[in-house]
């Protein structure tokens, strides 16, 4: 299984476990995913959501050759569901970061309420790099959360960028030495578990209810462009070039 999960009280801990492929993730994993958080939601006695990795990784992003054999392509695909099923999770989401979170490994943080990240954690946005465009409805989240001129230099440049900048702009709550990440994440998820559940969710609800809309309506126009971009040449010579381990060239696109 590469994805776990685990009670420990009222907390429900997702786990990304596939440590051979940094935690890359499949069209399964994601199904797999969004169903123990669905599970969760239904669950009265589960109060707070906690997903994480590996200390060597949250998660490399997709799995390349997994998503170019099986590409979403409606919206029952196991990718759209984790993302409906993350951005509309109504209990308390917390998440701990480190090592690599490149792709949705940041784009699902902007989802998460609060999310604590190891000093060594590398974030990267790659999707243009990729001949791809943004998903998880971060190309209308990260601009409300850093600015339009940061989440520019993020989106355009898709350049790894450090926890601490992370945190800086907003994705991140908070970051924390590696050996200490697990013990403030459930920490953090413990004290969310002991408040009263329905003022949580209610807070929460009140919180996003002027992007909830706005979310979804990023989501599905994202998927649209993602998935014609799969097809793209500018994606098959820059997935060509992953695999063939070169550098893409993009100088006769126009």
């Keep these: 299984m590469s994805i776990l999960t685990h009670r420990d009280g009222p907390i429900l801990r997702i786990e990304i476990h596939r440590p051979d492929k940094k935690n890359a993730l499949t069209q399964q994993m994601y199904a797999d995913i969004a169903a123990a958080m669905s599970a969760a939601e239904a669950d009265h006695a589960v109060r707070v959501m906690l997903i994480h990795g590996s200390p060597e990784a949250f998660t490399a992003g997709n799995d390349l050759q997994d998503f170019l054999s099986r590409p979403p392509r409606n919206e029952d695909s196991g990718v759209m569901r984790f993302l409906r099923t993350v951005s509309g999770a109504t209990k308390p989401l917390v998440a701990a970061v480190s090592g690599p979170a490149v792709g949705i490994g940041t784009t699902m943080l902007l989802h998460c309420d609060l999310v604590y990240a190891a000093e060594d954690a590398k974030l990267s946005l790659p999707f243009v790099n990729l001949g791809l465009c943004p998903e998880a409805a971060s190309s209308y989240l990260l601009p409300l959360v850093a600015g339009y001129q940061r989440a520019a230099e993020l989106l355009l440049l898709g350049e ?7 945190r800086e702009i907003g994705i991140v709550t908070a970051v924390v030495p590696a050996a200490k990440l697990m013990d403030c994440a459930m920490t953090a998820a413990r004290k969310l578990a002991e408040r009263p559940p ?11 209810r002027v992007m909830r809309a706005e979310i979804q309506e990023a989501l599905a126009e994202e998927f649209d462009h993602f998935s014609a971009r799969l097809e793209s040449p500018e994606a098959k010579e820059a997935m060509t070039a992953f695999f063939e381990k070169r550098r893409p060239d993009f100088s006769r696109f126009g």
């Design 160 to 166: 790894p960028f450090s926890a601490d900048k992370a």
């Design 198 to 208: 329905a003022a949580l969710r209610i807070t929460k609800q009140l919180m996003k």
